[in-house]
């Protein structure tokens, strides 16, 4: 059609269509507006005013079709209404299908690489097995791994010099206008070619500035000279046994072992040349989210007439020091939105590297129905997400921490000079008559007569304080059984060895003095004389063999295991979860305390208190005192996982030597992170 300009335009039943990105909502019983506004005066719509003729027909509009009223403005500010017109459009709804269920799922997303630690890469010269420090990496054993690097010529390397050749058949590169003596400062370095980055092969070491070795034959033959590039090795592991494949120049998925919260162990190939740490900075790792409970953070809408439900599948993770079998799919269960869903054992959303043939570890799955086909419940999809949260939580052993081959440190052997074996103070026997002062071992731990008077028939087995045995009473002094040396080499080794570390000795002359036993206590100047005091149970805590006296030591050897810290350690441990108090010093010296606490203990789940006290007069800081363990006064009641009963326990210290500053430390241990300790209503009381 054309209007009296002589211009075209659409017929009235030729309709303009606006669709829009997502659907418009609107409320019942409120009122909207449609509003046409432009800045040209080229553009025209259909109106139909009251008493005019249908185009095309002979029909007069004789009546509104709806209630609504056309306004006109002049400057999109001012509207005058006009009650005899309006405009035509046609409006489409959407109809909903009123007899289904439908199923919106949400899976998650790929987990990108995360940089970690500066210089993760931890190797002992002579291994090939590398523990790589990776904070919360929420994998288990016989997970996967892969690793790149904010900076991408660590493992494509740098270029250099000049050109080389090589052939598949033999070991040998050659170079001309390159000079392999400086450029080359590692065996192990990468030799690349730089217009692939295809690895040529692993130098062994450099003949002159034109010529140099490799470990293997060459993976590629190259008959004209082509640039290249050198990637260094890692404390002498090739960049291409982390990183990248020498063979497929693809990331390398390693498998990991000795796994702890905050690291875990990959295997090489190569022996590592140095001890000590490296890889620098920039350094990204794969890894998982373990969690504990999960927040479904969803934006939605939902009416009267209709209903949405949330399910939601996951996949078992597995607590650190646990028994749970990790990467197993679940079936999908109820679970309730914008709120802490908590679960009974762990649960993984899984890196790429670890999702199996199933598929997503996490699917949240939306059921929407309606009985209004105009009406559907709304889900944000861009406000949409999962919050994950983990309890960090351990139950750590000289067993599960220390790994032979990184932390096994030989301190000293017999030929290195005398040292002794000994037990402080003379056997316990029955019946035998003790005056003030006397020392006594029984079972590895040592007691000082306080009151005199005639031994018992049987042992002292207290650990803390005084006690009666038989008209005697005794003070527990700590263990018995030591290492000593006046051999100036052994004087010097003792200080290295720290309270809570575990030394392995063998090749004893007597094989009952064999085993893994705790460091209590350290003492000596360095030069001239030197004691290791040790806890005479081994780590196993099966043995019940005190040391015999054992002189000149002739073979033995005495090793530190160096990671793992036991919680009498006067400052650190490897336990992640503890309070502990700050000092409390007293006005009145005391020789009594007592700590009570409502606590909430799960069967899988394990609380420990410890102590130290400054005995008056003392000038010795709390932070070099070694921690007591305390026991119940009662057996504590524990509960099953999600029993939420909190019960009293008190611990009771009588009859230690007067004090007039303490501390005290409460350790939360589990093999379920999903089951902690809970602790609340804390109080400590000293009596003078």
């Excluded at 996949?315 to 869903?341: L, R």
């Excluded at 606590?599 to 789940?605: R, T, V």
Aim: charged share 15%; with cysteine.
């Amino acid at each position: 059609m054309t209007d009296g300009t002589g211009a075209s335009y659409p017929k009235y039943d030729t309709a303009t269509t606006f669709t829009f990105p997502s659907p418009v909502y609107v409320q019942d019983n409120q009122e909207y507006a449609i509003v046409l506004a432009s800045d040209s005066n080229n553009y025209k719509v259909w109106i139909s005013q009251m008493g005019d003729i249908i185009p095309s027909s002979s029909r007069t509009i004789s009546e509104q079709p709806y209630a609504g009223v056309l306004f006109k403005s002049q400057n999109a500010s001012t509207w005058t209404a006009n009650q005899d017109q309006d405009l035509k459009f046609t409006i489409y709804r959407c109809k909903f299908d009123t007899d289904v269920v439908g199923a919106v799922p949400f899976v998650n997303d790929i987990l990108s690489l995360n940089e970690i630690e500066n210089n993760p890469f931890q190797t002992v010269n002579g291994t090939n097995k590398v523990r790589v420090w990776h904070q919360d990496h929420g994998m288990f054993v016989d997970s996967k791994v892969v690793f790149n690097n904010t900076d991408t010529t660590v493992y494509t390397g740098t270029s250099a010099a000049g050109t080389v050749t090589s052939n598949t058949s033999s070991t040998s590169i050659t170079g001309v206008g390159t000079s392999f003596i400086t450029s080359v400062d590692y065996s192990g370095t990468a030799l690349i070619r730089a217009s692939d980055n295809k690895v040529i092969g692993i130098i062994n070491y450099v003949t002159n500035d034109t010529t140099l070795v490799l470990k293997a034959n060459a993976s590629v033959t190259i008959s004209s000279g082509v640039a290249y590039k050198l990637a260094p090795p890692i404390n002498g592991i090739p960049v291409t046994e982390i990183y990248t494949s020498a063979a497929a120049n693809a990331q390398i998925q390693h498998t990991i072992s000795d796994v702890d919260l905050d690291s875990y162990c990959i295997t090489v190939t190569t022996n590592a040349d140095t001890t000590g740490y490296a890889g620098g900075s920039g350094v990204r790792a794969s890894n998982n989210v373990l969690y504990d409970i999960a927040v479904p953070a969803i934006q939605s809408q939902n009416f009267s007439d209709t209903k949405i439900d949330f399910t939601m599948a996951t996949v078992s993770g597995k607590s650190v020091d646990g028994g749970e079998t990790p990467y197993t799919y679940g079936t999908a269960k109820g679970i309730v939105p914008n709120v802490n869903n908590i679960f009974y054992n762990p649960q993984v959303v899984a890196s790429t590297v670890n999702e199996t043939g199933s598929g997503k570890t996490v699917t949240l799955t939306a059921s929407i129905s309606s009985t209004n086909n105009a009406l559907s419940p709304i889900i944000d999809t861009h406000r949409t997400s999962l919050i994950a949260i983990s309890n960090k939580i351990n139950n750590p052993s000289e067993s599960n921490i220390n790994v032979s081959v990184l932390d096994n440190r030989t301190v000293f052997t017999g030929a290195t000079g005398a040292f002794t074996f000994a037990n402080v103070g003379s056997a316990w026997a029955a019946s035998t008559s003790k005056v003030v002062g006397d020392q006594v071992y029984y079972l590895g731990n040592l007691y000082t007569v306080t009151i005199a008077g005639d031994t018992g028939g049987t042992g002292p087995t207290h650990t803390a304080g005084l006690a009666t045995n038989g008209t005697t009473t005794m003070l527990f002094s700590g263990k018995s059984t030591t290492i000593t040396s006046t051999n100036a080499s052994v004087c010097a080794l003792i200080p290295t060895i720290s309270v809570g570390k575990y030394i392995t000795i063998s090749s004893a002359t007597t094989t009952g003095n064999n085993g893994t036993f705790l460091v209590t206590g350290i003492a000596g100047n360095g030069t001239s004389t030197g004691t290791i005091t040790i806890d005479r149970t081994t780590a196993s805590g099966t043995s019940t063999i005190a040391h015999t006296g054992e002189s000149a030591a002739s073979g033995t050897t005495v090793t530190l295991r160096t990671l793992f810290v036991d919680e009498i350690a006067p400052v650190g441990s490897s336990s992640v979860n503890k309070y502990i108090s700050r000092a409390i010093n007293l006005a009145n010296p005391s020789n009594f305390f007592r700590i009570k606490f409502a606590g909430n203990i799960p069967s899988e789940a394990n609380v420990l208190v410890y102590y130290k006290t400054s005995p008056v007069g003392s000038t010795l800081d709390l932070d070099q005192t070694n921690w007591t363990l305390s026991s119940p006064d009662t057996p504590i009641k524990k509960v099953q996982n999600g029993d939420g009963t909190f019960t009293d326990i008190d611990y009771s210290e009588e009859g230690l030597p007067q004090f007039d500053s303490f501390a005290i430390k409460i350790v939360m241990q589990s093999t379920n992170s999903s089951a902690i300790p809970r602790i609340k209503d804390l109080r400590i009381i000293a009596c003078a």
